[in-house]
Nanobody, 120 residues
Framework: QVQLVESGGGLVQPGGSLRLSCAAS????????MGWYRQAPGKERDFVAA???????NYADSVKGRFTISKDHATNTGYLQMNSLNTEDTAVYYC??????????????WGQGTQVTVSS
């Protein structure tokens, strides 16, 4: 079964940092591209950051200069390093990835989500 498993969320004080991980598992060759999205209570899911198969990155204006997206081809894991967090960053964070699978070609998957709470 091909899936994405997220980890790294939690409670952090304003100004603090967290690193989210998104590990792809199953019969895959690797991660082609990955994106991170977030959804705050009562709001729509919004784009946060993305990285292409060629490692070109793109960020929402609200996180530019504070967040960094990356992916490790050796471990099939993507990351979102989040620095200088503020209360407006509080949300459930979801990873989304285009995976190159062994049996079903390219497949798009979502992680289960991880809660990030920024509060003093």
């Amino acid at each position: 079964q091909v899936q994405l498993v997220e980890s790294g969320g939690g409670l952090v004080q304003p100004g603090g940092s967290l690193r989210l991980s998104c590990a792809a598992s199953g019969s895959i060759f690797g991660i082609r591209a990955m994106g991170w999205y977030r959804q705050a209570p009562g709001k729509e899911r919004d784009f946060v950051a993305a990285i292409t198969s060629g490692d070109v990155t793109n960020y929402a204006d609200s996180v530019k200069g504070r967040f960094t997206i990356s992916k490790d081809h050796a471990t099939n894991t993507g990351y979102l390093q989040m620095n200088s967090l503020n209360t407006e960053d509080t949300a459930v964070y979801y990873c989304n990835a285009d995976l190159s699978t062994v049996w079903t070609g390219n497949r798009n998957c979502w992680g289960q989500g991880t809660q990030v709470t920024v509060s003093s």
